[in-house]
Nanobody
Framework: VQLQASGGGDVQTGGSLRLSCAASGRTASNNGMGWFRQAAGKEREFVASINWRGSSPIYADSVKGRFTMTRDFGQSTMYLQMDSLKPEDTAIYYC?????????????????WGQGTQVTVSS
């Protein structure tokens, strides 16, 4: 499966962005999907994940209450609504397809990764 992430950009503190990720090729409609991010000089970290039904998303503590992940049931497209952005949210954001149908925080549980989209939050 190929993943295409989009929607990144430059925004000021407190602003919002909406990331999208579309899967093509082999379907991902029966798989969990997730968002990760990697800031310069840091390891890739979990942001959010959602199961194949598009329900019960899970979030990293650092984004809980500010980010909302959604996907349409039976679809291979997902979204990450990011509100109240902070400079520490600056990173390249990657979308990924999980091996199973469940939401998961574990990087090793994902089988396909997109190319990433840059998010830069200025103070």
């Amino acid at each position: 499966v190929q993943l295409q992430a989009s929607g990144g950009g430059d925004v000021q503190t407190g602003g919002s962005l909406r990331l999208s990720c579309a899967a093509s090729g082999r379907t991902a409609s029966n798989n969990g999907m997730g968002w990760f991010r990697q800031a310069a000089g840091k390891e890739r970290e979990f942001v959010a994940s959602i199961n194949w039904r598009g329900s019960s998303p899970i979030y990293a503590d650092s984004v809980k209450g500010r980010f909302t992940m959604t996907r349409d049931f039976g679809q291979s497209t997902m979204y990450l609504q990011m509100d109240s952005l902070k400079p520490e949210d600056t990173a390249i954001y990657y979308c990924a397809v999980a091996i199973s149908s469940a939401a998961t925080r574990l990087t090793s549980s994902y089988r396909s990764w997109g190319q990433g989209t840059q998010v830069t939050v200025s103070s």
